[in-house]
């Protein structure tokens, strides 16, 4: 009897341990500072869809926000495509510093990449395509130290790529594709990269050795671009003047230019002698038509008087 005492109170005890967890964890709530931050970001711009997020509901319930398991931390936002116009609004997103995951791809939002996004230590996955980002990338984008992917496809962002990127040594995936990115490729020389696209933009140059790896599909639509995967580059420097000793003959149209050079000068040497015969074919005549005018008067003779 006193067994099943024992084993009947345990259970309730068990019982009442797991409802009070239970009721802390329903009652776990992320700080203050991050719930107003959620809801500025969601009040500010425009959305096409009911977000769902209020002051009387949990944060970690809002739609496309997860908590980390005790619910004491935003870690990750995701709203594709929920018609988001307009701007981020700074001093929002900023504020979730435990943020791991922000997902805004296929919206509408405008203006450069803010400064808000760059002040996220933690986070590891960056997706922003397929929106109406503008302006340059910053080369602040490298204090994102954990950041494993970088989504900016499908933008209006212009400028050069920014060598910065080297310091992101934990990236695996790179899509810079579809925007306005001019200039040469920097090199970057990251282990850990395997997905790299920066096609359909206005770069140039000769494509770095150290992205020689990756397709040509991923280089495409940039039509000043060159060499390995693509069509080796044209050189565009004239051809080196023959070292001193080496003769004409061994340089590739040096003999050409050389027959040029004898047959101007025969022509020259062709033209004096020309000359000169023509001159004294003149004197020659000249003194022949003398001599006959002398003859013809002493032929004649003096005349008589009468």
Do not use: Y
């Not at 510093?97 to 760059?118: E, H």
């Amino acid at each position: 009897m006193a067994g099943v005492v024992t084993r009947a109170v345990a259970a309730a005890v068990l019982v009442v341990v797991v409802v009070v967890a239970a009721a802390e964890l329903v009652a776990a709530e992320p700080p203050p500072s991050e719930r107003s931050a959620l809801l500025a970001f969601l009040a500010a711009p425009p959305h096409e869809r009911r977000l769902g997020g209020n002051s009387s509901t949990s944060a970690c319930g809002w739609v496309g926000v997860t908590c980390d398991a005790g619910n004491a931390t935003v870690v990750q936002v995701r709203l594709p495509g929920v018609g988001l116009i307009g701007a981020i609004p700074p001093g929002t997103l900023g504020r979730l510093t435990n943020l791991q995951v922000l997902s805004l791809r296929s919206n509408r939002i405008l203006g450069g990449i803010p400064d808000d996004v760059l002040q996220l230590p933690q986070l590891r996955l960056l997706f922003l395509q397929n929106n109406l980002l503008s302006g340059a990338i910053p080369p602040a984008v490298s204090k994102l130290a954990a950041l494993e992917r970088l989504v900016l496809s499908s933008n209006n962002l212009s400028g050069p790529i920014p060598f910065t990127l080297n310091n992101l040594t934990s990236l695996r995936a790179l899509r810079l594709d579809g925007n306005k990115l001019s200039g040469n490729i920097p090199s970057i020389s990251i282990q850990s990269l395997a997905v790299f696209n920066v096609s359909d933009n206005n770069l140039n140059g000769s494509i770095p050795a150290s992205l020689a790896r990756f397709p040509a599909e991923d280089f495409a639509g940039n039509l000043q671009l060159c060499g390995s995967p693509l069509p080796p580059c044209k050189s565009f420097f004239p051809s080196p003047s023959p070292s001193p000793g080496v003769s004409p003959a061994d340089v590739p149209g040096a003999a050409s230019s050389s027959k040029k050079r004898r047959l101007s000068g025969a022509a020259i040497a062709g033209i004096v002698v020309g000359a000169v015969v023509l001159a004294l074919l003149l004197l020659v005549a000249a003194v022949l038509c003398a001599v006959s005018k002398r003859r013809r008067g002493a032929s004649e003779g003096p005349k008589s008087t009468t």
